[in-house]
Every structure is written in structure tokens, then in C-alpha cells.
């Protein structure tokens, strides 16, 4: 089967970035051409993201999103490339509709939608609808049941093996808290270092890993609030996760009051490396942290505050909840959404191979 996967732009350290290039390299036993905008919507490629799917090899394609909708030049773009399936991570579908309405003549290639945001509205004319949390789903329920899936981000487990910093926790020694996320408005609040020295968590250091338009007062605002107390990471290669995650004792995942958080993969991650996590209770999170189990869930801002404190006095919960955090992190092991999206993308094979019999008859008579 051939599959293009297409996403706004393959910028550094996105889930919905992320999660394209583990399916195109986590599915090969099918074709894949990857299509982005990233230059078209003047943001900078991730060249490690590109090189490793290229080194697989998978062909991807900075297009101009614009030129979609014209036939000719999409062929043009595809370069002889003809998907069966075409994979829209993120977007909706003004750009490719004239193209759905194509599709729905021929037959080929079937759509699908692979929602991340939960800010994105419903569009029409897919095939397929893809949820990576259950809460997404439960939006549109006009929406017929056999057309929708829910599918959960994935973590490679094998790439946590280490013991973390959580799993031997002592009273006495700082709590390490992380956070790992954009420090931009549609990831994390402006208030975040405010918040966080407003806690007042006993003998807590903050590892700050993240970049954006944010990071720059947040040095300032932890340089005049809380001196020594944070320290700000960058933006972390993909390799450096695990060991950045193995030396916290607890990860502290903010979420901006006007975002619902679907499915972050640094959450599961945290999980994955048996670091248990501290979060509100909004959007997807509660399908990924069971409170008193992998984590503690906050009803606001505050209450996570008396959570992190909780923490910092009562280790050995520390320790409980990074054995169960990394037991829970089972659930989201790749191969096992890797075998939804194969039985997904088997869904269309008996309709696909319907056309090819048709084609070939048409082209015996002729």
C-alpha cells in the first residue's frame, strides 16, 4: 500500500511530528512519501527528524500546501508516487478538499484525519477519523462509530531500561521536578515560574527542558525569584529524553488554562522511564495518569502545588508511584499502535483491490 503523510511542518521536539515519522518508519512493509510546509509557513525544518526518515527510506518533501488543490502540480509533487492512503496529521482539509471530491469519484486514495489538537475543528470528507484520546472522540458524536478510531501516541519502552532517579527517592535529598514541554502560549502558562515558586515545595530543583517564545522571561522571572532553583535545558534531542527523564524524581506537566492536552508523548515518556507525573485533570490526561497509581491529578493550579509538596515529604509514594508508572506505561508500547493502524489501513484493502480488479478488466477490453 502507498501512504503519504502530510503535517503542517516538521518542526523540532512536536508530538504530532513525532508520531508521523515513528508510523512512516514503523510500518514498512508499505510505500511512504511524507509531504510538509515548513518553508511555506516560514518555520524551520528539524533536520534530524528528516535524516532519520530519509535513512529509511522515505522520500520527504517540502511542498507549497497551496498548490494541493491543482491536480497537475500535485501530481508534480507526488513525482509518480500514487497513494492509496493519503495521512493528514493535524490539519484540516481546505487544501485538499477539490482533491477529496477527486477521490470519492476514483475511489482511491482514502482519507484519513489523525486529530493531536484538540482546537481543531471537525472537517468533512475523510474516510477516517483518528483520536488519539478517548475524550476527542466523545466531541463529535454525529460522527458514524464505524469511521472512528481512538489510537494513543507511543513510546519505544526499550529505550528505557535505566532505574530513574524516582525509584530510590530519599527524605533528605532535593526533589528533582522536570518539566518537558514547548515555552510557547498553546503548550504552557506564562505563569509557570510564579506558579511553581509560589508552591514552595521543600528543597525542589526544576529542570526546565523546552524552548520558545516564552524561555526568555522565564530566566528572568527565575533569576529574580528564585536563584539556583531552575535550571533551563533547551530543547532536548530526542536521544537525550531518557536520561534527561532518569534523573527526576517526579515531572510536572503544566498545560496552559485555555489548552486541553490530548495525548503528549513526553507524559508517557515520564512514565516509560518510571518517573510519575503531576498534572490538572484535563483534556486526555486522566486516560494516561491514574491518580494514586503512575501519578497525582490536580483539580487546579494550586492543588498541584499541594501535590508536588506531598511528594517532597512522602518519598516513599515517590518511589510506589514510579514502579507503577512504568508498569502503566505498558498500555502504550509502539507495537501496539502500530497493530491498530495496520488494522486500520487493512480496513481499505478489500476496497482497493476491488478497484485494481476493475482497472485491469476495463484495460483487457480496451
Not at 522571572?221 to 536563584?227: K, M
Request: proline share 6%.
Amino acid at each position: 500500500m502507498n501512504i503519504l503523510s502530510i503535517i503542517e511542518s516538521l518542526g523540532a521536539g512536536g508530538g504530532a511530528e513525532m508520531a508521523l515519522s515513528d508510523l512512516v518508519i514503523g510500518l514498512p512493509e508499505h510505500s511512504h512519501v511524507v509531504w510538509h510546509f515548513s518553508r511555506l509557513n516560514q518555520k524551520a525544518a528539524d533536520r534530524p527528524l528528516i535524516r532519520r526518515m530519509t535513512d529509511h527510506g522515505v522520500p520527504v518533501r517540502d511542498v507549497d500546501w497551496r498548490a494541493v488543490s491543482t491536480r497537475d502540480v500535485r501530481i508534480r509533487s507526488l513525482d509518480g508516487f500514487e497513494p492509496d492512503v493519503v495521512m493528514i496529521h493535524w490539519w484540516k482539509n481546505e487544501p485538499w478538499a477539490p482533491w477529496q471530491t477527486e477521490a470519492r469519484l476514483t475511489g482511491r486514495p482514502r482519507f484519513v484525519s489523525i486529530l493531536h489538537s484538540s482546537r481543531m475543528s471537525l472537517s468533512p470528507g475523510y474516510d477516517r477519523y483518528v483520536g488519539v484520546a478517548r475524550f476527542q472522540v466523545a466531541r463529535f458524536p454525529f460522527l458514524a462509530e464505524e469511521n472512528v478510531r481512538v489510537i494513543p501516541n507511543a513510546v519505544d519502552l526499550t529505550r528505557y531500561r535505566s532505574p530513574s532517579r524516582a525509584s530510590r527517592s530519599k527524605l533528605g535529598e532535593p526533589l528533582v521536578i522536570g518539566t518537558m514541554a514547548g515555552l510557547r502560549v498553546e503548550k504552557v502558562p506564562l505563569s509557570l515560574i510564579e506558579d511553581a515558586v509560589a508552591w514552595n515545595v521543600p528543597h525542589a530543583q526544576w529542570q526546565i527542558a523546552g524552548t520558545g517564545i516564552f524561555r526568555e522571561e522565564f530566566e528572568a522571572q527565575a533569576a529574580r525569584l528564585a536563584q539556583g532553583k531552575f535550571r533551563f535545558l533547551g530543547l532536548l534531542p530526542r536521544r537525550s529524553v531518557p536520561r534527561f527523564l532518569s534523573g527526576l524524581d517526579v515531572l510536572c506537566h503544566p498545560v496552559h488554562p485555555q489548552v486541553l492536552d490530548c495525548n503528549p508523548i513526553g507524559v508517557m515518556e515520564a512514565l516509560a522511564a518510571g518517573v510519575p507525573v503531576v498534572a490538572e485533570a484535563r483534556g486526555g490526561l486522566p486516560e494516561i495518569i491514574d491518580h494514586g497509581v503512575n501519578g497525582l491529578l490536580a483539580s487546579s493550579s494550586d492543588e498541584v502545588g499541594e501535590l508536588l509538596r506531598r511528594l517532597a515529604g512522602d518519598r516513599a509514594l515517590v518511589r510506589r508511584l514510579a514502579h507503577e508508572a512504568r508498569e502503566s506505561a505498558r498500555r502504550f508500547d509502539r507495537p501496539i499502535q502500530l497493530a491498530a493502524y495496520r488494522k486500520l489501513l487493512a480496513e481499505f484493502e478489500p476496497e482497493l483491490a476491488l478497484l485494481d480488479e476493475q482497472a485491469v478488466a476495463v484495460g483487457s477490453r480496451s
